[in-house]
């Protein structure tokens, strides 16, 4: 749309265009004028579907935020947040748990192998 009345109004620039005598062109004083006048209310036309576009989609957004699948999402979303959230903090749990294993593991392996080496040194 907006290419189509830029595209008009060069048109019309083009159109009202005026041969000297040395075979240049030269835009008439009325050209000027109405190719003024057709870009002032290009630029009016593009502001106002500008404006009426943002608006659309500013009101299908507000529909779209109070549809029952929206709110279902917006509170699974909530939920599962708090799942991982539980989740990982459970799973942070057992990895402490799992870790204070393996150090008594480890201390008895390093007890077992002083005992063993100090056995074999009498």
Avoid: F, P, W
Avoid at 49 to 78: F, I, V
């Amino acid at each position: 749309m907006k290419s189509l009345i830029v595209a008009g109004a060069l048109l019309l620039a083009a159109g009202c265009m005026e041969k000297k005598a040395d075979g240049t062109y030269q835009a008439s004083g009325t050209a000027e004028r109405k190719t003024e006048t057709a870009v002032s209310q290009t630029a009016a036309d593009i502001t106002e579907e500008s404006k009426e576009l943002g608006e659309e989609a500013k009101r299908r957004a507000d529909e779209l935020r109070q549809t029952d699948a929206a709110k279902h999402l917006a509170t699974a979303g909530k939920e599962m947040g708090q799942a991982i959230e539980n989740a990982s903090g459970e799973a942070a749990e057992k990895a402490g748990e799992e870790l204070q294993k393996a150090g008594q593991k480890m201390k008895a392996n390093a007890n077992e192998q002083k005992t063993d080496t100090t056995a074999t040194r009498h």
